[in-house]
């Protein structure tokens, strides 16, 4: 025959093991909870399920001795859900305090404009997230391969007439943000040579 206690939680169980160290043990649960005085008492308003079928622990012939060791049992149980549900309750609180930040933060972002260079970068306190070259010129092979990119810089194999920089940051971890043109002086020997004039040469009739 399975027995098993039905207990409505850990205040149940230690109400019972409190009473329990009054109960003489060779008695039964039906022999003890016959005393009209004691009907009242926690041991006698529990439940066991016998066999898939629930009934009083006050109608059954289980020996106090033995309910007593199913009630630790139980007490323990309820015990350790009880902690492990307030473990679970204090995660979940940290993480909704963690997201609420998180929300209350917002994103500031700014676009940098540079030109003749194979480089982009962000002011201090922003991370770099995009990098587009802007303008380019067929006389200098049209388009530059991306080589580079993360999330302080990024870097084009050739110099590019124009680039866009995106940086974005965390609303008061940066300065105000502002979309700024930097201009790069060229060196002259990226500068294009004058072509010579050909004169036209006298021909003879």
């Known amino acids: 025959m399975r027995h098993s206690i039905i207990l409505s939680g850990a205040l149940a169980a230690s109400a019972f093991l409190a009473g ?3 109960i003489p043990g060779d008695q039964t649960v039906a022999q003890y ?3 009209p ?3 009242d008492e926690a041991v006698c308003k529990l439940k066991v399920e016998i066999d898939g079928n629930t009934t009083a622990l006050a109608d059954t012939d289980m020996r106090l001795s033995e309910a007593r060791a199913m009630a630790d049992s139980a007490g323990a149980a309820a015990a350790r859900a009880q902690a492990s549900a307030d473990a679970a309750r204090a995660q979940a609180d940290a993480a909704m305090s963690r ?3 998180a929300f209350s933060k917002e994103v500031q972002c700014e676009t940098r404009t540079i030109q003749n260079s194979d480089t982009g970068t962000c002011r201090p306190g ?3 997230t995009s990098c587009t070259q802007t303008r380019y010129t067929t006389r200098a092979g049209g388009l530059s391969i991306l080589r580079e990119i993360n999330d302080e810089k990024c870097r084009f ?4 007439l124009e680039m866009q920089v995106r940086c974005c940051a965390v609303s008061g971890s940066a300065p105000t943000p502002e ?6 002086d ?3 020997s990226a500068k294009p040579k004058p072509e010579k004039k050909v004169e036209d040469i006298p021909v003879s009739p």
């Open 20 to 22: 329990c160290q009054m």
């Open 33 to 35: 909870c016959a005393d």
């Open 37 to 39: 005085g004691k009907a």
């Open 99 to 101: 997201a609420d930040e």
């Open 126 to 128: 922003y991370a770099l």
């Open 157 to 160: 194999n050739t110099r590019v």
């Open 179 to 184: 979309d700024a043109v930097i201009e790069n």
């Open 186 to 188: 060229v060196p002259p």
